[in-house]
Structures are given as structure tokens and as C-alpha cells.
């Protein structure tokens, strides 16, 4: 009976092998699967499987993921960009959070600095970069004019009071990471430097640039026009987190 039964198992081995294309010889010439274990097939015949569709799967997951991921970027740079054109009070606080993140964390200037020694011209993403040329002279001032408060009065810059009206230039040149109305230097600009270092340019009458513009040495930022109000324009340069004093770096008129 034992004998009888192996024999009849054989004659259905060999019986599908041959539906499924398989010969004798164990040459596979075509190849279909069952998905669940028959009792033969606890004899000796495996099934074999050909994963080459899975690889093609994989590599559909990751194009897949990527133009997700790209998509979800576009997103949120029209989100951001969308955000700082509405002006609602409740929206003041996200944008904050934004600017330092983008100001703070990520340095605009010395990046710009290295693309423009590398390839000759200054980052083309940045607005105004196509125009900017840095210029080699000496640096000077913001204003011509006298020191009215020093840096041991203010603490963390000086003021300097011009005989009128005049134009704002920058310090050197870098990216601006701040353009409009502060609490306490009123209408004001602060420009990133490619050495990490910053310049702030306070109480001014006129902002001539706007954000993320690219800047070059001694090119007009804004303009000041003496009132009864505000007499001077507060300058100032920080390095490292600390304040630095401008008369110990540029060479200016004796406070009056």
C-alpha cells in the first residue's frame, strides 16, 4: 500500500510538471505559481518564484515618494510666500517665528559670498544680486555725519546726526534679513554679512530695499531726513552675538 501510494504521488508530480511547463529534466521552460503549499510538494518539487516585478515596484515607491516630496515643497513655499503678503495681526506672530528661523539659522550672505567667487556673479535667486557689484573701496559710515551718542552711552551701537537730509549706505556688502518697522529703531534695516557678522540701520525716514535683497559696499539702502522727532541714525555691528563698537572699526568724527 506504502509502495502503491508513493508511486500514485510521483504520476502527480510528473503530471504538474507538465502543466506548468516544466520538464522531466528540471529545465523550467514556463513557470506558474499556486499560492498555497500542495502535499506533493512536501516530496521534493518547489515552486519558483521570480521576483523581478518587485524591483520595478521599488523603484515606482521612490519616484513616487520623490514628486511627493517635491510637491509638498512648492506647497509650502507659496504657503510661506502667500503668509507674508496678509497683514493680520494674528498671522505677526508666525511671521516672526519665520524670519528668525530663516535669518537666524541659515546664512544667506556667506552662502551668496561663496556662489559669487565660485562662478563669478552673485546668486541669481537672490532679488537685486544681478545689479549688485561689490565695490573695493574703504568702508565708511552709513552717514556723513558726527557721533552724537557713543557706544559706551547706547550699549549696543551708536547714532550719528548728519547736517540734513542724506541717503543710508550700507556698511559692505551681504543680504538684507530685515526690512520694515521696529519697536524700538522705528523704520529699520539690517543687513548679513558673508564674515557672520550684521549691520543695523535704525530710525530711518525711507527703506529703499526689501527682503533678501542682495547688497553691495557702500550701495544706498534708505534715506534720513532730520525731524523734531529723530535727529540721528542708529548704527550698529554685531558679531558673534556681542556688540561691536563702529568708531573702534571705522574711523569717524569725535562724538559733539
Do not use: C
Request: glycine share 6%; net charge negative.
Amino acid at each position: 500500500m506504502m509502495s502503491k501510494r508513493i508511486k500514485q504521488v510521483r504520476r502527480s508530480i510528473e503530471q504538474r510538471k507538465k502543466v506548468r511547463g516544466i520538464q522531466t529534466n528540471g529545465i523550467a521552460q514556463q513557470q506558474m505559481f499556486s499560492p498555497f503549499v500542495q502535499e506533493e510538494e512536501k516530496h521534493g518539487y518547489s515552486p519558483i518564484y521570480d521576483d523581478s516585478g518587485s524591483s520595478s515596484t521599488m523603484k515606482s515607491k521612490v519616484v513616487s515618494n520623490f514628486l511627493l516630496k517635491a510637491i509638498l515643497s512648492v506647497l509650502l513655499f507659496l504657503s510661506i510666500a502667500i503668509l507674508w503678503q496678509i497683514n493680520l495681526p494674528q498671522l505677526e506672530e508666525p511671521k516672526a517665528w519665520l524670519t528668525n528661523a530663516l535669518t537666524e539659522e541659515f546664512p544667506f550672505a556667506k552662502v551668496n559670498a561663496w556662489y559669487q567667487e565660485t562662478f563669478g556673479s552673485p546668486l541669481a535667486l537672490l532679488p537685486g544680486s544681478d545689479s549688485a557689484v561689490e565695490s573695493k573701496d574703504k568702508q565708511a559710515m552709513p552717514v556723513n555725519g558726527s557721533v552724537s551718542e557713543s557706544f559706551q552711552m547706547n550699549g549696543t551701537g551708536i547714532k550719528i546726526t548728519p547736517e540734513g537730509k542724506t541717503a543710508v549706505t550700507a556698511l559692505k556688502q551681504g543680504v538684507v534679513i530685515f526690512a520694515g518697522n521696529d519697536q524700538k529703531t522705528k523704520q529699520t534695516i539690517i543687513v548679513q554679512h558673508p564674515d557672520d557678522s550684521q549691520t543695523t540701520y535704525g530710525f530711518l525716514s525711507n527703506i529703499d530695499v526689501h527682503l533678501y535683497q542682495h547688497v553691495s559696499a557702500n550701495q544706498v539702502i534708505g534715506q534720513f531726513n532730520p525731524s523734531k522727532e529723530n535727529k540721528s541714525v542708529y548704527f550698529s555691528i554685531e558679531m558673534d552675538n556681542q556688540y561691536i563698537d563702529p568708531v573702534q572699526v571705522i574711523q569717524v568724527d569725535d562724538v559733539e
